[in-house]
């Protein structure tokens, strides 16, 4: 087991390990979520996370369509997670709360179009999207 938090610590997630998807999303929004040039996540099925807090939802429309339901802590403001409309039973988590250096890197790099150009997600086995699919794709 391995845990997702807030800066504070009052809104936690229990996980089951890491996972096989990590994604690197360069949209827009996830720019505007993190602070940062791109945001990374970590994505579970919902019934393998056990959320504790209480967390304020803040919904958006994704760029893939659908909306986004985020989840940061109503105290110190820090977005631990997120269940997209288009992937039901499916919850990002943010790696950044996670805060472990050695947790697997991205496989996936989505929404390139708007990737900042000085951003390099290097490995052999990371898939580059110029949209958004966290769906598996044939090679």
């Not at 803040?58 to 893939?64: F, P, T």
Request: net charge neutral; hydrophobic share 35%.
């Amino acid at each position: 087991m391995i845990d997702a938090r807030c800066s504070c610590g009052a809104l936690a997630l229990s996980l089951p390990g890491p996972t096989n998807l990590v994604a690197a999303c360069h949209c827009l929004e996830c720019q505007r979520r993190t602070g940062a040039p791109f945001g990374v996540g970590a994505f579970y099925p919902v019934e393998a996370v056990k959320i504790s807090g209480a967390p304020k939802e803040y919904v958006r429309a994704g760029e893939s369509g659908g909306n986004v339901h985020c989840y940061f802590c109503s105290d110190c403001g820090a977005t631990v997670y997120w269940k997209p409309d288009k992937l039901p039973g499916i919850i990002g988590v943010a790696v950044g709360a996670i805060a472990d250096p050695n947790f697997p890197p991205p496989i996936k790099s989505v929404f390139e179009r708007s990737k900042h150009a000085w951003v390099n997600i290097d490995g052999t086995d990371v898939e580059h999207l110029q949209h958004g699919s966290l769906a598996k794709t044939s090679s």
